[in-house]
């Protein structure tokens, strides 16, 4: 039996979120960038996931940036580790969202 051909992709996305009550963020943190890996059909269905996936996580995504497929940025000529392509297996392997990285934002006052 032929194995069929996935028609999932893995695409990088940056969410930014804002601040929620029990988002497991450091406290002084005024929100956070997500590195994140999400498959789907497409980007749009790939976007959906993840942000139903952060707000069941109690994130509050404010915006997404995408940054296309592998190959898409390949392509583009971004320098990618064995480890991020690693991250991007799974994520397809799983038909999951992955959140590769977290960094806090802090606002510097005075």
Request: one cysteine or more; charged letters at 30%; a negative charge.
């Amino acid at each position: 039996m032929a194995e069929k051909k996935s028609k999932q992709k893995v695409f990088t996305l940056l969410v930014e979120v804002g601040r929620n009550a029990g988002d497991g963020l450091p406290d002084e943190a005024t929100g956070a960038a997500l590195m994140c890996y999400a498959s789907g059909v497409d980007e749009a269905e790939a976007v959906r996931e993840t942000v139903a996936i952060l707000k069941q996580a109690d994130l509050a995504p404010l915006d997404v940036s995408g940054y296309g497929t592998l190959d898409e940025r390949l392509a583009e000529g971004h320098d990618i580790s064995e480890d991020e392509q690693a991250l991007m297996d799974r994520a397809l392997e799983e038909n999951s969202v992955i959140v590769a990285q977290m960094t806090p934002f802090f606002d510097k006052v005075g």
